[in-house]
């Protein structure tokens, strides 16, 4: 069943959608003048609108959602925690003696953290894992009687627990905080995904035009301290001008726009070392033209959490 929207969540997703559809018709007029060519501007025109066409599946789904109501946004994004922590597991050794700890981990922690923020239950939520699930994953490896590579073992299934579900759920737990107005309207989730998304998407820009300085060669060879600076002014600007639809003063906004575009660069450069560590490109193949979709959300799981504390913390009652 389908919510009553507030006009203010209308207008943020109608300027989604008319800026997707910008930035369609530039990447058709950039298919045309490229038709034909071979050599790194047509590679590039093809990835940019391949990930065109990931980013209107992705809102679509996004804006169902939000129409859908807190409880629709939730379980989306308990799907999303599930892909990604796969996708982590996946490029990551196992031995048998941990497939206890990754079935409780998949179909009981997973399920209950996003339960306790569906039903609000903010205290168990906010400790759930960082304790419970903590102390679950060693002690049921424990359990099976392997103890090689033991730590490292079961301290790659702890963070897969904490930076895919963990850190990732608090996005949505946003639709539960007491803020007059905002309360489950999805308006300070589209913020969050707003600034961090277009954070990443400006960097990219930036980057592919004035990109000369590279940031962290070894770890993630495309980011520029151009690209870098370019991404967070800009994307700070976005986050100062949607104001109106925050709690925030245009001041706050901007800081908290910007807080959030740091936070989303070293969530990204993160995940870039692990894949580096690990010997791949992308987490996988589930987004075309992102890679996984570990890909997509890896600078949000590093500013979800401040985002959501910080809100509760200052503008919450």
């Given at each position: 069943?389908?919510?009553?929207?507030?006009?203010?969540?209308?207008?943020?997703?109608?300027?989604?959608?008319?800026?997707?559809?910008?930035?369609?018709?530039?990447?058709?007029?950039?298919?045309?003048?490229?038709?034909?060519?071979?050599?790194?501007?047509?590679?590039?025109?093809?990835?940019?609108?391949?990930?065109?066409?990931?980013?209107?599946?992705?809102?679509?789904?996004?804006?169902?959602?939000?129409?859908?109501?807190?409880?629709?946004?939730?379980?989306m994004f308990a799907l999303m925690s599930f892909l990604a922590m796969r996708e982590f597991l996946t490029i990551t050794p196992t031995r048998r003696a941990d497939h206890v700890g990754l079935f409780v981990g998949f179909f009981v922690l997973l399920p209950l953290q996003y339960y306790f923020i569906a039903i609000g239950w903010y205290g168990m939520f906010s400790i759930?894992?960082?304790?419970?699930?903590?102390?679950?994953?060693?002690?049921?490896?424990?359990?099976?009687?392997?103890?090689?590579?033991?730590?490292?073992?079961?301290?790659?299934?702890?963070?897969?627990?904490?930076?895919?579900?963990?850190?990732?759920?608090?996005?949505?737990?946003?639709l539960t905080l007491n803020v007059p107005g905002y309360t489950g309207n999805g308006k300070l989730l589209f913020y969050l995904l707003c600034v961090v998304q277009l954070s990443d998407v400006f960097q990219y820009v930036w980057g592919k035009l004035l990109g000369k300085h590279k940031l962290a060669p070894h770890i993630s060879p495309s980011k520029t301290v151009e690209g870098l600076v370019g991404g967070i002014v800009s994307a700070t600007a976005v986050?100062?001008?949607?104001?109106?639809?925050?709690?925030?003063?245009?001041?706050?906004a901007a800081a908290m726009a910007f807080m959030v575009c740091i936070l989303g660069f070293l969530g990204g450069l993160v995940m870039s070392a692990i894949k580096r560590d690990r010997r791949v490109k992308d987490w996988g193949s589930l987004i075309e033209g992102h890679g996984g979709m570990m890909d997509r959300i890896d600078s949000v799981c590093f500013a979800a959490p401040v985002f959501f504390h910080v809100t509760r913390y200052f503008f919450a009652v």
């Open positions: 069943m389908l919510q009553r929207l507030d006009p203010d969540t209308l207008k943020l997703l109608i300027g989604i959608f008319a800026l997707l559809s910008v930035a369609s018709i530039i990447g058709w007029l950039l298919h045309l003048r490229t038709r034909g060519k071979d050599g790194e501007s047509a590679t590039t025109v093809a990835n940019l609108n391949a990930r065109i066409r990931s980013w209107w599946v992705m809102c679509s789904v996004f804006g169902v959602a939000t129409l859908s109501g807190p409880k629709p946004n939730i379980a759930f894992l960082p304790v419970y699930g903590f102390l679950f994953i060693p002690s049921a490896a424990a359990l099976a009687g392997d103890a090689s590579d033991f730590l490292a073992r079961t301290s790659r299934t702890q963070w897969g627990l904490m930076i895919c579900v963990y850190c990732v759920s608090h996005a949505p737990a946003l986050g100062a001008g949607l104001y109106w639809a925050t709690p925030f003063s245009p001041w706050q």
